[in-house]
């Protein structure tokens, strides 16, 4: 397990919301290993939380301890590059461990989303308690998803619409791959998400409201994300086919050509052998009768082919 002495990309910052309930929500910004180190030992943290806090490559997931419960989740970073290629590239870890009526979280740089969860939290005079803060947390990572989704969703309509009507930016199968490989990490995190969500909440709660929206929503962003993959997998087929069609179309073409000069070539080929006794080389008239005869064959070709629709 990859591991880093320090976790911030930023100064570290401390932010506390209390709730109704008396529960407490503390969020952690880029904390140092040892203010880490520190936190873990005032909320009695696990070794193992502590380690999986520090490595920045962390699928989403979720461990339940004697009294406590562990979860990693992934919100998007809209400030990741359109070739990203890895989980650390694309999206940013929020670590996420409760204890009672006690809520940490963990993440390396202010995200939007958890800012709009701490307004959400004083737009409400406090949560109501520790489950509703978690829930809105997770879909506060999930909605982070959505804007960038609504981007790929317009960046594939153009590009098939380039495909079709040959106006616009005509897509590469490059452009189509780095679409393809996105989607497919985003489709990683979200499905492991959807697993760690699955487990965290027991049958007997699946129920309450606020777990049903969590369900729908994750629910809702994998079937999204599934579609996208189907529709870029149909434009990668679509160009390879098309890409097919042109080279068919390049080979009918030199095959055409073929055609017409093969049996002038082979006339040619006869008359060029020079040899002493060839009674065409002495009448007056051969010369325009053998180019009549190539003129001939050639018309009949082009009419063959005509009548074959090749032409």
Request: with cysteine; aromatic share 10%.
């Amino acid at each position: 397990m990859s591991t880093s002495p320090t976790l911030p990309d930023q100064a570290s910052r401390r932010h506390e919301v209390d709730g109704q309930d008396g529960s407490r929500w503390i969020d952690l910004v880029g904390p140092t290993r040892q203010e880490l180190l520190a936190a873990a030992e005032e909320f009695r943290l696990p070794p193992t939380v502590v380690e999986d806090c520090l490595d920045p490559e962390h699928l989403p997931k979720f461990e339940r301890f004697d009294d406590a419960s562990f979860l990693i989740l992934r919100a998007r970073d809209h400030s990741a590059p359109d070739d990203s290629s890895t989980v650390q590239e694309l999206t940013r870890k929020v670590a996420v461990f409760q204890r009672g009526s006690l809520l940490l979280t963990v993440h390396r740089i202010d995200l939007a989303e958890l800012d709009g969860v701490r307004s959400r939290c004083s737009a409400n005079g406090g949560p109501p308690n520790v489950g509703t803060i978690l829930a809105w947390l997770v879909l506060a990572a999930y909605d982070s998803y959505d804007h960038p989704l609504e981007r790929t969703q317009e960046t594939l309509d153009s590009l098939e619409e380039a495909v079709f009507t040959r106006q616009g930016h005509a897509p590469t199968t490059r452009d189509a791959f780095n679409i393809k490989r996105l989607l497919t990490l985003t489709r990683r995190i979200l499905w492991q998400t959807s697993l760690a969500l699955q487990k965290m909440t027991p049958p007997a709660e699946r129920s309450d409201p606020v777990n049903q929206d969590v369900r729908d929503t994750a629910e809702a962003y994998l079937f999204w994300v599934d579609q996208l993959v189907d529709e870029v997998n149909q434009l990668l087929q679509v160009q390879l086919s098309l890409s097919a069609k042109r080279t068919n179309e390049v080979m009918r073409i030199l095959t055409v050509f073929s055609a017409f000069f093969l049996p002038l070539t082979f006339i040619v080929g006869i008359y060029g052998m020079n040899f002493r006794y060839m009674p065409e080389l002495t009448l007056r008239w051969g010369y325009p009768a053998v180019l009549a005869g190539m003129a001939a064959v050639s018309a009949g070709i082009y009419l063959w082919f005509r009548r074959r629709g090749w032409l």
